[in-house]
Every structure is written in C-alpha cells, then in structure tokens.
C-alpha cells in the first residue's frame, strides 16, 4: 500500500511529486513505504527521534542521519537551507530520484520537545514543497502509533498528511 492507502506499484506512486508531503503513519506502514522508495530510486534515510528531548537533540538527530556537512551551524535556518540542497540526493555515488525521510520516534520527540517538535514539521514542510516545485518527490514520514498528537490528519491507508 502507497502512502494514499492504494495498492502498491512498486512505487512508482512515490516519484510524482505533486502527490508527496509530510505524513505520519506507523512503524509498519514506514517500512513499506520505505520498501517501495527504494524500488522506485528514492534516497531513504532514518532519522532516529527517540530521544530528542530539544532542539539541539532534533538538530543532532538530522545532522548525523543526513551527514550535513560541517559548516551546519545548528540552527533551524541551517537546517532550512541544507534540507533544500541538491546534495541530499546523492546516495552513494548515484543521484536519487527524490527523498524519503523516516523520522522515528515522531511522538516521543513531540511530548518531550512539542515547540521544537512543531517548528521542525513547518521546516520540513517547507522542504517539501520546495522540492515538489522543482518537481522532485520528497516524502517525510513522521513514524507513530498516535498522529493526532503530532499535528497531522489521518489520510485513508494508515498514513497522515499535515495541510500545505
């Protein structure tokens, strides 16, 4: 199942990018969605939230899954900006064809850090729409068993999208 609750496609689905966006969704379905990403030539990354307690610990938590380069200043305009960086695209020593990030822990992040955590979903969403007007997929997957805690909708198929 994609992210919108159909029948996979081997995630062909997942390369339009006027269809990606912020979503949350369960561990299960994160990992199929993930499956899917990579069939269909998407960068997938993990971002590991589970004991962000703050910003610096959501900025930390990014820089190391993403690899930011060492000039980030961790800040959230850094962020901004190395989220929107063609380079997040390479994988290895192949260009991806768009972007998936996993953000595990999504709820345990929200309750310890809920204005922290808010202002990293606005950013990301700002990512992704940045990206969809280059016309390149990026997926963020905020990883929960509770999204209405976290600020976004249930959409049919177990995932979640915040309004753009």
């Given at each position: 199942m994609d992210p919108h609750g159909e029948h996979s496609d081997g995630g062909a689905r997942l390369t339009d990018a006027s269809r990606a966006g912020?979503?949350?969704?369960?561990?299960?379905?994160?990992?199929?969605?993930?499956r899917e990403a990579v069939a269909a030539g998407l960068r997938v990354v993990g971002i590991d939230l589970e004991h962000a307690t703050g910003r610096a610990?959501?900025?930390d938590a990014f820089a190391d899954a993403l690899e930011l380069p060492e000039y980030f200043g961790g800040n959230?305009?850094?962020?901004?900006?190395?989220?929107?960086?063609?380079?997040l695209l390479a994988d290895g020593e192949a260009t991806a064809g768009g972007l998936l990030l996993r953000l595990h822990g999504s709820d345990r992040a929200a309750l310890a850090a809920p204005d922290a955590f808010q202002t990293l979903l606005e950013i990301l969403d700002a990512a992704v729409e940045d990206w969809r007007d280059r016309d390149v997929p990026c997926w963020v997957l905020a990883?929960?068993?509770?999204?209405?805690?976290?600020?976004?909708?249930?959409?049919?198929?177990?995932a979640t999208r915040t309004a753009s």
């Open positions: 912020l979503y949350a969704c369960d561990a299960a379905t994160a990992e199929a969605v993930a610990a959501l900025l959230w305009d850094a962020l901004d900006e190395c989220l929107r960086e063609r380079s990883v929960t068993e509770s999204p209405g805690d976290i600020g976004v909708e249930p959409l049919p198929g177990g």
